[in-house]
T-cell receptor, first 114, second 114 residues
Framework: GENVEQHPSTLSVQEGDSAVIKCTYSDSASNYFPWYKQELGKRPQLIIDIRSNVGEKKDQRIAVTLNKTAKHFSLHITETQPEDSAVYFCAAKAGGTSYGKLTFGQGTILTVHP | NAGVTQTPKFQVLKTGQSMTLQCAQDMNHNSMYWYRQDPGMGLRLIYYSASEGTTDKGEVPNGYNVSRLNKREFSLRLESAAPSQTSVYFC?????????????FGDGTRLSIL
């Protein structure tokens, strides 16, 4: 089955700096890669996603890049703000008839210091 | 439009007790999922239902059963609770026609088994 590794497990940055979180996946047929943000005690919420036919996607301060050859994808947050502090999860959906099943990374705790 | 609603929000059980976690969505989604979230392990899929009338095992199904009661509702049952099942449980749903669509999560049920 699919295996997703996420790094780093914790990331501490100063307000205004950029933050990068990286994930690798094992199934070369995986074709959909969402990123979720989870604030303390809250539900995971989708912040951005990318499909395998696209190399990069941006939404304001957030971007995701995908390297299908190397089987890795990354989340980039620019001009970080204290409200960006949360746990971030990457996920991958295997190809074929997987009915949308996602395999999640272990999560990255991002702390943005004012 | 409430999205995905989970009940209860908190529950404490004794070892050996049984319990059903309820999940309902009002977005007319076809697919529904149950995850557990443990510290440092991300979200792990317990069971999923690709469509009304079907259920399948995920990554960690042992000790659990599910019922897709109708299109809206997907319940998770612990027949004989064990301390290892102490976790936060999330239900999610997805539209279904396009497998590359995001999953939407409920607020979670925090379950402690003594």
């Amino acid at each position: 089955g699919e295996n997703v590794e996420q790094h780093p497990s914790t990331l501490s940055v100063q307000e205004g700096d950029s933050a990068v979180i990286k994930c690798t996946y094992s199934d070369s047929a995986s074709n959909y890669f969402p990123w979720y943000k989870q604030e303390l005690g809250k539900r995971p919420q989708l912040i951005i996603d990318i499909r395998s036919n696209v190399g990069e996607k941006k939404d304001q301060r957030i971007a995701v890049t995908l390297n299908k050859t190397a089987k890795h994808f990354s989340l980039h947050i620019t001009e970080t703000q204290p409200e960006d502090s949360a746990v971030y999860f990457c996920a991958a959906k295997a190809g074929g008839t997987s009915y949308g099943k996602l395999t999640f990374g272990q999560g990255t705790i991002l702390t943005v210091h004012p | 439009n409430a999205g995905v609603t989970q009940t209860p929000k908190f529950q404490v059980l004794k070892t050996g007790q049984s319990m059903t976690l309820q999940c309902a969505q009002d977005m007319n989604h076809n697919s529904m999922y149950w995850y557990r979230q443990d510290p440092g392990m991300g979200l792990r899929l317990i069971y999923y239902s690709a469509s009304e009338g079907t259920t399948d095992k995920g990554e960690v199904p042992n000790g659990y059963n599910v019922s897709r009661l109708n299109k809206r509702e997907f319940s998770l049952r612990l027949e004989s609770a064990a301390p290892s099942q102490t976790s936060v449980y999330f239900c999610a749903s997805r539209r279904g026609q396009d497998p590359n669509q995001p999953q939407h999560f409920g607020d979670g049920t925090r379950l402690s088994i003594l």
